[in-house]
């Protein structure tokens, strides 16, 4: 896969934002949470993800999905599976979905 070159910093900070973002997708997938609100609000009062994104939810329709999960691909073969986009994801990818209203 053709990657996008990137500096260190850019990398780094798509790393630490796609990971825990991924796994709101997982949580969301799964059931864990309820709702894209729950998630948003839970990651930025909860665990400190940074607030200037809404959210990982958010950031993801920041972004786009179609663009996100294309990104996150990218992640996974260079990083591992656990950068791999969910099934929920690359369903909203198709159609370049949103979680948020």
Known sequence: MLTM???AHEELSDRFLFIQA????RCLEEKIIESSRDANIGAVLGVGYPRWTGGPLQYI???GSRA???RA?????NYGDRFSPPRMLVRMAEGDDRFCA
């Open 22 to 25: 991924l796994e709101a997708v």
């Open 73 to 77: 691909s990218e992640l996974a073969a």
């Open 68 to 70: 996100f999960a294309l």
């Open 5 to 7: 070159p990137r500096n």
């Open 61 to 63: 329709d920041m972004i």
